[in-house]
């Protein structure tokens, strides 16, 4: 399925190569080629390879990165799973509305990353900042632990569905392409290093505030959704703010 394509599951420092192998081969099931790996302890290991039990195309073309920013560089919509919000204003999904969103978001031709983070703990603070929406399965409440592996493969289903349900077929020559014009990963991110600067320079961070208020401006930008043309007006401001600084 054409959309399945445009869609980038990423596991973060995974501890057990058995989970990688195992996520590829339920990558595979569902039709879903791209994997990514960043800073794996293990990889590659007989073990993944045993368990992707015939995925090892899957596997052997998951894209190695050292930094979770590299792994997603191209995604325009970033999706991570956790069971709660940790106090972020990030809008909460579960799984059967994320996919709903990840197919429409490939129907518009932007790509998308699914973050998956370590087995002990998920994502991050630093890591959940990068996400437009979190995304968090229904579980048992009395024990909502649940397997890496198999929160891909639940992932993997649900988008398979979706895309049924909107009849990709697969079909390239029914593939309808879009203009892609919100901003991707790697220029938020050059936006941030840019606007994060600048305010420093105008003390409006400091040692005190970083971190509470750059968090805020991430999860407001996020959810703004910044088009190609919007980030030309605001790098040309904070370029003007830099000049006069200068001056």
């Not at 087995?119 to 909502?144: I, S, W």
């Not at 592996?149 to 697969?170: F, H, I, S």
């Not at 390239?172 to 606007?195: I, P, T, V, W």
Request: aromatic residues 6%.
């Amino acid at each position: 399925m054409h959309r399945l394509k445009q869609i980038n599951m990423v596991l973060i420092g995974t501890t057990h190569p058995g989970n990688i192998g195992a996520s590829a081969r339920a990558l595979k099931v569902m039709g879903l080629s791209r994997l990514s790996l960043v800073n794996p302890e293990t990889h590659p290991s007989p073990e993944a390879r045993a368990r992707a039990s015939g995925a090892d195309d899957v596997l052997s073309e998951a894209v190695m990165s050292d930094t979770l920013d590299k792994a997603i560089h191209d995604a325009q919509w970033v999706f991570g799973t956790s069971s709660r919000s940790r106090g972020m204003d990030i809008p909460m999904l579960n799984m059967r509305q994320a996919a709903k969103k990840m197919i429409e978001a490939a129907a518009n031709g932007d790509q998308v990353a699914m973050l998956f983070g370590k087995e002990r703990y998920g994502l991050t603070n630093e890591e959940m900042q990068r996400c437009h929406f979190l995304v968090k399965y229904p579980a048992n409440p009395d024990y909502p632990s649940l397997n890496l592996a198999a929160a891909v493969q639940l992932a993997a289903y649900e988008l398979r569905m979706q895309a049924k349900m909107t009849n990709d077929d697969g079909d390239s020559a029914n593939y309808e392409s879009h203009d892609n014009n919100r901003c991707n990963h790697e220029k938020m991110s050059g936006f941030y290093q840019h606007l994060f600067e600048t305010m420093s320079d105008l003390d409006f961070l400091n040692s005190a505030n970083y971190a509470s208020m750059t968090e805020k401006f991430r999860m407001m930008f996020n959810r703004m959704g910044v088009e190609k043309h919007e980030m030309d007006m605001l790098r040309g401001f904070l370029s003007a703010i830099n000049k006069k600084l200068k001056k």
